[in-house]
């Protein structure tokens, strides 16, 4: 079957795989009408030309199941001020009603100015939600309305990045640095989570073991795939790359690489969770276990051998392809 | 720019079989601890004779976190008395950290009953001295009734059935999704596991190059330099 350059990699992969990758497609599919839909509710809005409302996490990953929360905030690319549309009431009229309310912990449901984002790059004003804002915009975002201020806030954060990068044949450092710093954020903020409360403790450790490292991974590989570029192929590589799914851009790597039975192992794997995920007696299940019990639950089980095959793939590409050279040189120092 | 030349030894995971240390058979807390020097990341427990199993249960029953991120069990295939769901029995009573329990495709007698053992039961493509099992056509009705079984691939058992190799790349292709953990070596004349050599090793880099994201576990030890 021949292609063209817009067929999505994760099709491309599929097939490869006997029976495909239904979860993920059926997923993109829900996501599809889903932000259709949302984009007629939110249509009779007013909105300022320096404005969007950015959703993220499944939505942008485009891996919506029934019961994802709506994660999402208004981001302004213009000057601080009182008064922004839209206001936060009247999106949260429409997003993240009922049990599809945002966390508690005020990342989202808020308003997001760009040039925090682009200004507050490392030091003590880059805060937890700042550093959080900045990735997932970057890594796992998509507008839902203002589109246009999302791409001019999207590219104005990507080149305060890219302002660093001045040679040919360099990725870039600070950009990578910061993906890195984001991913062991997260993976400790699961601890310091856990101590305060560890409700649905197995539930946030599946979703470590997965999602959150699908979106790290699909940051970390695009940025070192850079290493091969001349310094102006960097910016429209990085945009290209990262207006996918981050399943695009790992299953483009596989293929790139030559690694498509590890990308069909790793991403079916993936495909599997997403299909569990979509099971409510399951999450129900994984919701409820502890820290101390979740090895007697098969369930659990089951997601981190998922989770295991996923990664193995993931540091398959990472260091036994062409690769592993860029990230010995870079990924850890 | 060089492209960097992958040795196939430089793959991670690679571990070793405990039944390439014949001297110390039986002898487990002596067999990990060697397989251990070779990598503290994978490791396969041969008891290949049926008499070996009880010993390596009592071991496992009793042993602290043996610390392995990938452990696997071979199952006997020789010397069996037991009756085949007693066996089955004792193969699903190892403990949870065995992660493998290879099994050889042609020892089945009823293979839906090894579904008992669930996604730790994996498959090993025979050699020409087996009378199934070699070939993915002969492989397919056994993982199609056994569908949470995955496959160990048997590098030197796919080139003896096909030197060129076709056979091996079909095994893996059809089977994708189910590969789990690679056997490597070479093999003597009479179809007995030794040290991977300098041929092997280049006739082999195509198939292995698509297994570069499961563990290895070498049958033979590495050749001298």
């Known amino acids: 079957m021949s292609h063209d350059s817009t067929t999505p990699a994760i099709e491309r992969l599929a097939e490869h795989r006997a029976g495909g990758l239904?979860?993920?497609?059926?997923?993109?599919?829900?996501?599809?009408?889903?932000?259709?839909?949302?984009?007629?509710?939110?249509?009779?809005?007013?909105?300022?030309?320096?404005?969007?409302?950015?959703?993220?996490?499944?939505?942008?990953?485009?891996?919506?199941?029934?019961?994802?929360?709506?994660?999402?905030?208004?981001?302004?690319?213009?000057?601080?001020?009182?008064?922004?549309?839209?206001?936060?009431?009247?999106?949260?009229?429409?997003?993240?009603?009922?049990?599809?309310?945002?966390?508690?912990?005020?990342?989202?449901?808020?308003?997001?100015w760009c040039g925090d984002l682009v200004d507050n790059i490392g030091?003590?004003?880059?805060?937890?939600?700042?550093?959080?804002?900045?990735?997932?915009?970057?890594?796992?975002?998509?507008?839902?309305i203002g589109a246009e201020a999302y791409d001019r806030a999207w590219t104005r954060v990507l080149d305060g990045y890219l302002a660093e990068s001045r040679r040919d044949r360099r990725l870039p450092r600070f950009?990578?640095?910061?993906?890195?710093?984001?991913?062991?954020?997260?993976?400790?903020?699961?601890?310091?989570?856990?101590?305060?409360?560890?409700?649905?403790?197995?539930?946030?450790?599946?979703?470590?073991?997965?999602?959150?490292?699908?979106?790290?991974?699909?940051?970390?590989?695009?940025?070192?795939?850079c290493h091969d570029l001349p310094r102006d192929r960097v910016r429209p590589f990085l945009i290209e790359q990262l207006s996918r799914p981050a399943t695009d851009r790992i299953a483009d790597a596989f293929l790139s690489l030559d690694q498509t039975d590890a990308g069909v192992r790793c991403l079916g794997a993936y495909d599997k969770w997403i299909g569990m995920l979509g099971d409510e007696t399951l999450r129900r299940e994984l919701s409820r276990l502890t820290a101390e019990n979740a090895a007697q639950s098969a369930a659990y089980t089951d997601v981190r051998r998922l989770a295991n095959d996923m990664q193995a793939g993931l540091l398959a590409l990472l260091f036994e392809t062409r690769l592993a050279p860029t990230v010995r040189e870079y990924a850890i120092f | 720019m060089l492209a960097p030349r992958l040795s196939l030894l430089d793959h991670h995971p690679i571990g070793i079989a405990t039944g390439v240390f014949v001297e110390a058979r039986g002898d487990w807390p002596t067999l990990v601890e060697i397989a251990r020097g070779v990598s503290p990341f994978v490791t396969e427990l041969t008891a290949l004779s049926e008499s070996e199993l009880p010993y390596l249960l009592r071991y496992l029953g009793v042993a602290e976190d043996l610390a392995f991120a990938y452990l696997s069990v071979h199952a006997p295939s020789k010397g069996r008395k037991v009756p085949e769901?007693?066996?089955?029995?004792?193969?699903?009573?190892?403990?949870?950290?065995?992660?493998?329990?290879?099994?050889?495709?042609?020892?089945?007698v009823e293979p839906i009953a090894y579904r008992r053992l669930g996604h730790r039961l994996v498959l090993e493509n025979m050699d020409m001295r087996k009378a199934t099992g070699r070939t993915a056509d002969e492989l397919s009705p056994y993982l199609e009734a056994l569908p949470a079984a995955g496959l160990c691939f048997d590098v030197a058992h796919a080139a003896n059935i096909d030197g060129s190799l076709r056979e091996g790349h079909h095994l893996l292709t059809r089977f994708?999704?189910?590969?789990?953990?690679?056997?490597?070596?070479?093999?003597?004349?009479?179809?007995?596991?030794?040290?991977?050599?300098?041929?092997?090793?280049?006739?082999?880099?195509?198939?292995?190059?698509?297994?570069?994201?499961?563990?290895?576990?070498?049958?033979?030890?590495?050749?001298?330099?």
């Open chain 1, 22 to 112: 239904p979860n993920l497609v059926e997923a993109r599919s829900r996501t599809d009408r889903a932000q259709d839909q949302l984009r007629r509710k939110m249509a009779t809005l007013d909105v300022d030309a320096d404005a969007s409302v950015v959703l993220f996490g499944s939505w942008g990953r485009r891996e919506l199941t029934e019961h994802s929360d709506d994660d999402w905030l208004v981001l302004v690319n213009g000057p601080a001020r009182e008064l922004v549309r839209p206001t936060l009431e009247e999106v949260g009229a429409v997003l993240g009603v009922g049990t599809r309310k945002p966390g508690k912990r005020a990342i989202f449901g808020v308003l997001s």
């Open chain 1, 123 to 144: 030091l003590q004003d880059d805060d937890n939600r700042n550093l959080t804002h900045r990735m997932l915009l970057m890594l796992e975002s998509t507008p839902s």
């Open chain 1, 175 to 225: 950009f990578l640095n910061d993906v890195v710093r984001y991913w062991r954020t997260i993976a400790v903020d699961f601890v310091g989570k856990q101590r305060e409360d560890d409700h649905k403790w197995g539930l946030r450790n599946a979703k470590l073991r997965t999602s959150r490292k699908v979106l790290f991974a699909g940051g970390l590989i695009p940025i070192l795939r």
């Open chain 2, 85 to 108: 769901a007693e066996l089955i029995e004792m193969l699903r009573s190892l403990p949870s950290a065995v992660e493998a329990i290879v099994v050889h495709p042609d020892t089945m």
């Open chain 2, 176 to 225: 994708a999704d189910r590969l789990r953990h690679v056997h490597v070596s070479s093999l003597d004349a009479s179809g007995h596991h030794v040290p991977l050599t300098v041929r092997d090793e280049r006739v082999f880099a195509p198939v292995l190059h698509r297994c570069r994201d499961v563990p290895w576990i070498l049958e033979a030890p590495l050749r001298e330099p």
